[in-house]
């Protein structure tokens, strides 16, 4: 296990070894720019591979997955015409049941594209208040902004189910 998490990050520094900036704080030793699923695949440990849009699928049978946010667990949002890839983000706090906290990466564009954001506000905006539809802070203009995104629900990081024969 160790040894594979070692790997990981050996795979994770040369993949962005364009640059010399360091992220500090959560995912330190993660070189920016860097996309979102290195970033929450190294902060949550949950090791699956593909765009983030692929990530609900490809935890059916290997993590436990749910519509109610737990800290660590990462949140899926799917992919729409404007975000080809969708994105993942790591949930680190509750603030209620309809917003939660989250560290990501490369969620803003221009001179912040790559850039991971810590402690960003998600908030719930589906009828059903099943997390199929938030909206996203977005830093740079200091507010949500009018766009909802569709989303999977949550990857937990934790691995509970049967072991296939």
């Known amino acids: ?66 519509h109610r946010p737990q800290p660590g667990s990462v949140l899926v949002i799917d992919r729409t015409r404007r975000m080809r890839e969708g994105h993942v983000a790591v949930v680190t706090r509750l603030v209620n049941s309809r917003e939660v906290l989250v560290d990501h990466a490369n969620w803003a564009s221009g001179t912040a594209k790559g850039r991971i954001a810590t402690d960003q506000r998600v908030v719930d ?24 995104y569709p989303a999977r629900g949550f990857v937990h990081p934790r691995t509970e189910m049967a072991a296939a024969p």
């Open 1 to 66: 296990m160790l040894r594979a998490a070692l790997a990981m990050l050996l795979v994770l520094a040369l993949a962005a070894c364009g640059t010399s900036r360091m992220a500090s704080g959560p995912g330190a030793g993660l070189a920016e720019p860097v996309s979102c699923v290195p970033y929450a695949r190294a902060r949550s440990g949950i090791q699956i591979q593909g765009d983030a849009w692929q990530w609900w699928d490809a935890a059916a049978g290997r993590y436990a997955r749910g």
């Open 125 to 148: 905006v589906s009828a059903a208040g099943d997390w199929s539809l938030v909206r996203v802070w977005y830093p740079r203009v200091g507010d949500f902004g009018v766009t909802t």
